[in-house]
T-cell receptor, first 113, second 113 residues
Framework: DTGVSQDPRHKITKRGQNVTFRCDPI?????LYWYRQTLGQGPEFLTY????????KSRLLSDRFSAERPKGSFSTLEIQRTEQGDSAMYLC???????????FGSGTRLTVV | AQSVTQLDSQVPVFEEAPVELRCNYS??????LFWYVQYPNQGLQLLLK??????LVESINGFEAEFNKSQTSFHLRKPSVHISDTAEYFC???????????FGKGTSLLVTP
């Protein structure tokens, strides 16, 4: 068990560019979640997957945000046409279906300049 | 919807002193409650959780929290803090969604010698 891995740890991009983040969950976990954390705030739920199915995406912040989890393993979060307001820490977590034993990754810090 | 209020944004305390970090929640349904800790530039780590049963829950590093349904509170306490406890602490609540956690804004605990 190597925990939840996120890549990259930091990303600096110019406004208008597309970015993609990757999350590798704990292999035994069925569920994978994405959260966003802005400065001085708690994490904010974005979306989650159970195996390869994305079961909730209505809380993605706009249609510029999308997430995938092909084959029910790793997941990617893409932000198209980035804006300065997208600057934040993007956190991934995974868990078993039952219970709330979330394990968070270390996050990807996005800075849009 | 469930929500969390962390009543103190910052709590300064001297080493070996007791500390209480306050958390109140609002919910019309049964809830699960959590405390997470976040060290600088790291993801969130689960500190303790209340799912059911005993209203007093403990962590392995000396923290405890008590679920108080009548006061809708889940305050975090430690009788004697260490310098290494300096971190951001987040209270979170789940509810009828079955998957998403709603986090408070966090309390910054600063322990000084």
């Amino acid at each position: 068990d190597t925990g939840v891995s996120q890549d990259p740890r930091h990303k600096i991009t110019k406004r208008g560019q597309n970015v993609t983040f990757r999350c590798d969950p704990i292999s035994e976990h069925n569920r994978l979640y994405w959260y966003r954390q802005t400065l001085g705030q708690g994490p904010e739920f974005l979306t989650y997957f159970q195996n390869e199915a994305q079961l909730e995406k209505s809380r993605l912040l706009s249609d510029r945000f999308s997430a995938e989890r092909p084959k029910g393993s790793f997941s990617t979060l893409e932000i198209q046409r980035t804006e300065q307001g997208d600057s934040a820490m993007y956190l991934c977590a995974s868990s078993f279906v039952e219970g709330y034993g979330y394990t968070f990754g270390s996050g990807t810090r996005l800075t849009v300049v | 919807a469930q929500s969390v209020t962390q009543l103190d944004s910052q709590v300064p305390v001297f080493e070996e002193a007791p500390v209480e970090l306050r958390c109140n929640y609002s919910s019309s349904v049964s809830v699960y409650l959590f405390w997470y800790v976040q060290y600088p530039n790291q993801g969130l780590q689960l500190l303790l959780k209340y799912l059911s049963g005993s209203t007093l829950v403990e962590s392995i590093n000396g923290f405890e929290a008590e679920f108080n349904k009548s006061q809708t509170s889940f305050h975090l306490r430690k009788p004697s803090v260490h310098i290494s406890d300096t971190a951001e602490y987040f209270c979170a609540v789940s509810g009828d969604s079955g998957y998403a956690l709603n986090f408070g804004k966090g309390t910054s605990l600063l322990v000084t010698p």
